[in-house]
């Protein structure tokens, strides 16, 4: 009889490993809800960098974020977003003539949206915005956990961007995240961990 419990306790064991949901020893929330605490320390530990080194950053890293970007959802799967790793010189140089945020980063990406692709939304809309701040989210946060600091930015001007970076027309500049390592005396802007009240940002109907 023990060891038929046995048996049964060690299959389902497997069984939840096999699903992924294997119980976490390190768990003690009151409800035992399976959460990953890492994920939320992670996103509480992001924060917009404002002074990089100007040490560069491992191509594969680079890549990891281009990976974590490439795994975002995007409204049926349109994937609009268009990516330019601004990594040469002559691209950083332009970079910090157009945009008064680059902190001294070494490198930035730059994330577009392809108007082209983009799914469309009503008469003239597009989820292209949407889409590409979910990428780019994704960027964050696996930067973030490469401990590579970024800072998403939106102070530049999209049409002289265009001009100066040479891009195709459909293609249209949402965000600049200027990346690289953070510099011993960065440090959380006080906006980091300001909130407002819950029941400003939540409401159960
Ligand atoms: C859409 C968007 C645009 C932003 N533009 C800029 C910017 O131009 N310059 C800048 O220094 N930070 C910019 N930020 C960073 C925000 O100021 C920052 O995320 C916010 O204050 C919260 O701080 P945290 O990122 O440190 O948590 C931008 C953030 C977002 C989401």
């Not at 799967?77 to 003539?97: E, F, G, H």
């Not at 994330?111 to 960027?139: F, N, P, Q, W």
Request: with cysteine; net charge negative.
């Amino acid at each position: 009889m023990k060891s038929t419990s046995l048996i049964l306790t060690l299959a389902l064991s497997l069984t939840l490993a096999a699903c992924g949901h294997a119980p976490k020893e390190t768990l003690s929330n009151p409800s035992d809800i399976p959460m990953n605490k890492d994920f939320l320390q992670l996103a509480a530990d992001r924060y917009s960098v404002r002074h990089f080194t100007s040490t560069p950053i491992e191509q594969e890293k680079i890549d990891l974020i281009l990976q974590a970007a490439k795994l975002a959802p995007t409204a049926i799967n349109s994937q609009p977003q268009k990516i330019y790793v601004l990594r040469s010189a002559d691209a950083v140089s332009k970079a910090n003539a157009l945009s008064p945020c680059m902190y001294g980063a070494p490198h930035a990406f730059l994330v577009c949206c392809d108007e082209e692709r983009a799914c469309k939304r009503g008469a003239d809309g597009s989820y292209g915005d949407i889409d590409c701040s979910i990428v780019l989210t994704h960027m964050l946060l696996e930067a973030a956990n490469l401990s590579v600091g970024t800072c998403p930015v939106g102070y530049f001007d999209p049409t002289q961007v265009k001009e100066a970076l040479s891009l195709p027309e459909r293609m249209r500049p949402v965000l600049l995240i200027p990346f690289g390592y953070a510099a011993d005396d960065a440090a959380p802007s006080d906006r980091h961990a300001a909130s407002r009240p819950d029941d400003e940002l939540v409401e159960y109907l």
